[in-house]
């Protein structure tokens, strides 16, 4: 017979086998680029700044040190080759399914329900997006620390019975994985809950009737320190969130539909657990009809009463069924954040209860009916092999940003944000008018959302359309006048479009939106250097770089003005040479930087360097096959003949594409 170890290593091994196709994956244009890709702090790997930057920072709305570090150290490692970020996550989720199954062992003593438990949780498709999305690391890492923090309570509890120095020891283990899983997703804040909910059972801590007697108050005082993390994670995430502007408010969506959306998710979750079809990276916020809430209240109702009536016999289903409800309620909707009824990566954790009533369920029947141990267990094969092809299927979905939308699109109706996304990701192909079509039905969807006219003004602007584009950018403001990119991009539609002073006073309403958005002024800049304003157009530049003083591509823009401008008094090639030293120095490979570098150093005389610079700015952009060599190539044959590069930044006067 196979030992405890041995199983958990075979299902680490299974689960790793199981998700290795992930490692063929890209990253995707949905957080990925917030998380990784485009986050100069986490693509600088491990530095004593970026984790400095990962305590303090309330980035991406929300506070999780371990989970910045752990990019962090992927970048250090593997800089950004994604099927190694890709290998890491699915090692961590290996290493859960081995954790959880050593963690039931020790709760319940039953090998084989602990294996399947671990095993429905490990190769379950409704986790797919926790394990193949970058970005979700945070849900991987905080279920690591989760367990640990439980195998850890539980050493804690059974030492505490002889009254064991060691059990101290394992108290503060206990606190620190705790605090770790809390710094890695503040989804854990309902742990403390859960280790209650153990005390119940399988420990036997609190008896029956524990709230008619004293035996409960020592175990709530016993929980004191891990309530005190959990306001202090609930507190930090509020900060993050409403600094990001990511939570929903009442105005937007109503408390009353909140309410509502609730039962109908996590009945949702229950069917997509039994039946995981359709399954879609988001689900839109949808009208909820009458009899969709009435069957959700009755579904929920029916289980919780099955659970309290069984609490004698069958305490696992109260525990379980506990377990999967209080989980989810941080993630049930009544403090929204974003616009998804629902998501898959919410049932990374609570699954845990869930799978365990089911399976304990199945096992008390299969013995009551005394059915035969080779049927349970080839139903049990069946039941794996089904999630496993199920599971290896929904990872092809998660191989790049247009085939992840593109399922979404498909299984869901009315995907506004599902189009949005889409768009992005043919936009990032070179697909413009592909990009527009996915644009213009999330507008036909939802018209009302400014993002979405704001995405189609990029567009239209980018196809050399900036009258379209600027009907849109209009609109975006008239429906939410307080962002200020909206006036920016407006701003640049106007500009573009001879409207010289539309277009400044467009800026100057972003800058005092935002003061510390540097994108205003380096428009503003653009457009005085167009009038032949240099003097000026130079102060908004150092404006730009105060706002924003380790933006390369501003400091780029800037040492461009300063080294190339053939108004000799507009030049300044030792200031322009420090600023895109920096820049270089931040960027990291860009062969744009490395062209302005060259640029910079041509105009301080330095025509080693500059020709160094713009072949290396010639050769990174022809294997990225980006275009534009032309004039690399015509920069390069000027510094070797000793010649600086110069250019006018006097607006033209040809007439703008409508």
Known sequence: MLRPRSIALLLALATLVIYLPVTRNGFVNYDDDDYVTNNPMVKAGLTAEGIKWAFVTGHAS???????????????????????????????????????????????????????????????????????????????????????????????????????????????????????????????????????????????RIPYSALRTPHFFPLLVEKIPFLALTIISCALTYW??????????????????RLKNAPVAVAGYVCKLFWPANLAVLYPLRHIAVMQLVVSLMLLLLISFLAWRWRMTRPYFLMGWLWFLGTLVPVIGIVQVGAQSMADRYTYIPSIGFFLVLVLLAADVAEKIRMPRTILAALAVLICAACVFATERQIRFWQDGETLFRRAVTVTANNDVAHVNLGVALDLQGQT????????????????????????????????????????????????PEVAALHTAAGGAMAALGNVAGALKEFAGAERLDPHDASPHVQTAKVLFGQGRDADGVEELRAALRAEPDNFQI????????????????????????????????????????????????????????????????????????????????????YKKNQPWRESFLATNTPPKN
């Open 62 to 204: 929300n506070w999780h040190p371990l989970t910045w570090i752990s990019h962090m150290t992927d970048c250090e490692l593997f800089n950004l080759n994604p099927a190694a970020h890709h290998f890491v996550s699915a090692l961590f989720h290996a290493a859960n399914a081995a954790l959880l199954f050593i963690l039931l062992v020790r709760l319940t003593v039953k090998i084989w329900p602990a294996a399947m438990v671990a095993a429905l949780f490990a190769w379950h498709p409704l986790h797919v997006e926790s394990v193949a999305w970058v970005a979700e690391r945070k849900d991987v890492l905080c279920a690591f620390f989760w367990l640990l923090t439980l195998l850890a309570y539980v050493k804690f509890c059974e030492l505490s019975k002889t009254q064991s120095p060691g059990s101290k020891v394992f108290y503060g283990a206990t606190l620190l994985a705790f605090a770790c899983a809390l710094m890695a997703k503040p989804m854990a804040v309902t742990l403390p809950f859960i280790l209650l909910l153990l005390d119940f059972w399988p420990l036997k």
């Open 433 to 480: 008018e592909a990009a527009l079509d996915e644009y213009r039905a999330a507008e036909r969807i939802n018209p009302d959302r400014y993002q979405i006219h704001y995405n189609l003004g990029v567009m239209l602007d980018k196809a050399g359309h900036p009258q379209a584009a600027l009907d849109e950018y209009l609109e975006a403001i008239k429906l939410n």
């Open 240 to 257: 993050a969130q409403h600094g990001g502007n990511s939570v929903v408010s009442l105005g937007d969506i109503s408390l009353s539909f």
């Open 555 to 638: 400091l780029a823009i800037a040492a461009h003005y300063l080294a190339a401008n053939e108004n000799a008094a507009a030049r300044d090639g030792k200031n322009a040479l420090i600023l895109a030293l920096k820049a270089n120095g931040l960027s990291g490979q860009q062969p744009f930087v490395f062209d302005i570098l060259g640029m910079a150093f041509a105009a301080n005389g330095d025509f080693t360097n500059a020709v160094t610079c713009a072949q290396n700015a010639l050769d990174l952009a022809t294997a990225a096959q980006m275009k534009g060599t032309g004039q690399l190539q015509q920069r390069l044959d000027l």
